[in-house]
């Protein structure tokens, strides 16, 4: 089946870096990618829609200068976490469609 | 009141046990979906419904349209099985996955 990997599968930083997390869908193309974010014990969130080749539609209270995402490739969708802090440690899960729709792995971001 | 809510919140079982856990949701949909997420976090995507039933290994899932429900199924748990399952449906005419809260199982040994 359809498969969508995330990479890191974790990552741990320090205050004031930014972050990149790659999403690819490995044997489709995607035209359509989403990120979600997820605190401990509490629903998937979703933060943004990325079409191939446009701005991404952020959902009400995600700050877009903050979570950037790009999607530059049918295949490829990255979601950068700038100037990260301690409140932006989360699982960050993002899922691609094709008419269906696939979720990645998910990737742990820990903010020292 | 949510719009996708799971029941039970928290399960307990004894290994070999028949295990249901249930997904209520008061929108239309075009599809559902049952995810598995390991105490690490790790997403696994186990089935996608848009109706009837379907069988993978020891689970299987079902929904019915018109209550606006479904279940997923565990046969002969294992612990291996302990996990936080989430449903998830796809609102009709958007591309948005509502999620709910999910069920957190434990299967004892």
């Known amino acids: 089946g359809a498969v969508v990997s995330q990479h890191p599968s974790w990552v741990i930083c320090k205050s004031g870096t930014s972050v990149k997390i790659e999403c690819r869908s490995l044997?489709?193309?995607?035209?359509?990618m989403f990120w979600y974010r997820q605190f401990p014990k509490q629903s998937l969130m979703l933060m943004a829609t990325?079409?191939?080749?446009?701005?991404?539609?952020?959902e009400q209270g995600v700050e877009k200068d903050k979570f950037l995402i790009n999607h530059a490739s049918l295949t490829l969708s990255t979601l950068t976490v700038t100037s990260a802090h301690p409140e932006d440690s989360s699982f960050y899960i993002c899922?691609?469609?094709?008419?269906?729709?696939?979720f990645g792995p998910g990737t742990r971001l820990t903010v020292l | 009141k949510n719009e996708v809510e799971q029941s039970p919140q928290n399960l307990t079982a004894q290994e070999g046990e028949f295990i249901t856990i249930n997904c209520s949701y008061s929108?239309?949909?075009?599809?559902l979906h049952w995810l598995q997420q390991h105490p690490g976090g790790g997403i696994v995507s186990l089935f996608m419904l848009s109706s009837g039933k379907k069988k993978h290994g020891r689970l299987i899932a079902t929904i019915n349209i018109q209550e606006k429900h479904s279940s997923l199924h565990i046969t002969a748990s294992h612990p291996r099985d302990s996990a936080v399952y989430i449903c998830?449906?796809?609102?009709?005419?958007?591309?948005?996955?509502?999620f709910g809260t999910g069920t957190r199982l434990k299967v004892l040994a």
């Open positions: 990325s079409n191939e080749g446009s701005k991404a539609t952020y």
């Open positions: 899922s691609a469609r094709d008419g269906t729709q696939y």
């Open positions: 044997d489709f193309q995607a035209t359509t």
């Open positions: 929108v239309g949909i075009s599809a």
């Open positions: 998830a449906v796809l609102q009709v005419g958007t591309y948005k996955y509502i």
